[in-house]
């Protein structure tokens, strides 16, 4: 293993999981990372730790540079798994090392792993010397647990920055600009990723987001680089931020999504008409099919749309069920800043869209248009659908 250092003393001791396609419910077609970083001064820290079944990976690019025995400090930034998984095994090798939160933080560690480990608890503000380099202790709760915290390595501005600005990518190198510097690659499949991350993530958190990036401001916090507990690290962390603050602001393009399920073709003709209607007066849309498009990628799609247009036949008086599995997941993110629209088509009883509209003003969303069609939509529902386009096509316009 070759020792990989962001700047003298500080180095990345985490794994690459090649093998990674799904997380948190969605999809990861390109694998992704588990992140820690040991610093190494008078006195040793190692932040974070990596996904359980992995640590022996961890250990090993330990061992290249120090003894882990040596670990003065262990940092849990955050409690979930894929942070705190190799938490019991790295306690074992350093048995003297104290064990860095969170309150909140020590109380989820306790409960999901009953150790009687040496803790010490942090707030915003707290500050730890290990010699040459002081580490400075920032808390995030609800990014995206309560018990979230980013570490800051002061003399260097390296914001260790957890689960924010991070990415599902696995790549055998570390930063981005090195990504970036390869003959071919597109950058922006990192950006990409960033996206989808934060869509289907931390979108729920946009204001916590803008709060936070404030609070660093105002405490004067200069970041030279963001190294996140997943995918690559920012040497130059300005796009990444103001990306952060584009999408935590709820700012989107001229984009309209529609989103449909179908049984006998009626409902997807609407939608191929809509989207027709959208297209020709120039403004930039996309179709997706629920049982063919992964809901994940429909989300990172959503991020940046202004309209989003839902679709569904009816089933049992009700919205198809695939229709309601989405609409869950996705106003659970509590996207912010869109136009909503609906339609649909049904046979012999209608609901379909009722119900859809039902569901969306229950998530605080007000459907501004709705268009229903019973059984196949013949030319003049066709000439409707074409004209629901033209209209929310001239809405993203404003």
């Known amino acids: 293993m070759t020792k990989i250092e962001l700047v003298p003393g500080v180095y990345w001791v985490g794994v690459v999981d090649w093998n990674l396609r799904d997380f948190h419910g969605y999809t990861t077609p390109r694998g992704g990372t588990y992140n820690a970083y040991l610093i190494v001064d008078d006195k040793i820290a190692l932040v974070d730790t990596v996904k359980h079944g992995f640590n022996n990976e961890m250990i090993d690019r330990i061992k290249q540079i120090i003894d882990p025995a040596r670990i003065d400090y262990v940092i849990s930034n955050h409690v979930e798994m894929d942070h705190s998984g190799s938490l019991p095994e790295i306690m074992k090798l350093a048995e003297r090392a104290e064990l ?190 629920l049982r063919k498009t992964e809901w994940s990628e429909i989300v990172k799609e959503a991020l940046e749309a202004r309209a989003i247009m839902i679709g569904t036949p009816t089933l049992n008086n009700g919205m198809f069920p695939t229709v309601g599995g989405f609409l869950t997941y996705l106003t659970g993110l509590h996207p912010i800043e869109k136009i909503w629209v609906t339609f649909g088509s049904y046979g012999w009883g209608g609901g379909g869209v009722r119900t859809v509209n039902e569901k969306l003003k229950s998530a605080g969303y007000e459907p501004i248009e709705s268009l229903e069609v019973k059984f196949k939509p013949d030319e003049q529902d066709l000439v409707k659908c074409y004209a629901l386009g033209q209209k929310i096509a001239s809405l993203v316009k404003v």
């Not at 936070?212 to 040497?235: D, F, N, R, V, Y």
């Open 100 to 289: 860095i939160c969170t309150e909140k933080g020590k109380e989820g560690l306790l409960r999901y792993y009953r150790s009687a480990w040496n803790f010490r608890t942090v707030r915003t503000g707290d500050e730890l010397q290990l010699g040459k380099k002081t580490l400075y202790f920032i808390t995030a709760p609800m990014l995206h647990w309560p018990d979230s915290m980013f570490t800051y390595i002061k003399e260097d501005k390296i914001l260790l920055s957890n689960d924010g600005f991070g990415q599902h990518l696995a790549s055998s190198f570390r930063f981005y600009e090195d990504v970036c510097s390869l003959i071919g690659y597109d950058c922006d499949t990192v950006m990409d990723e960033a996206a989808k991350y934060y869509a289907n993530i931390l979108m729920p958190f946009g204001g916590v987001i803008l709060k936070k990036i404030e609070e660093l401001q105002k405490l004067h916090i200069e970041i030279k680089m963001i190294a996140p507990s997943h995918g690559m690290i920012w040497k130059d962390p300005g796009k990444i931020i103001d990306a952060y603050l584009k999408w935590a602001s709820g700012k989107s393009k001229q984009k309209v999504l529609v989103i449909y399920d179908t049984m006998w073709n009626s409902t997807e003709n609407m939608a191929q008409e809509i989207v027709r209607g959208v297209s020709d007066l120039g403004v930039e849309v996309s179709l997706f099919h």
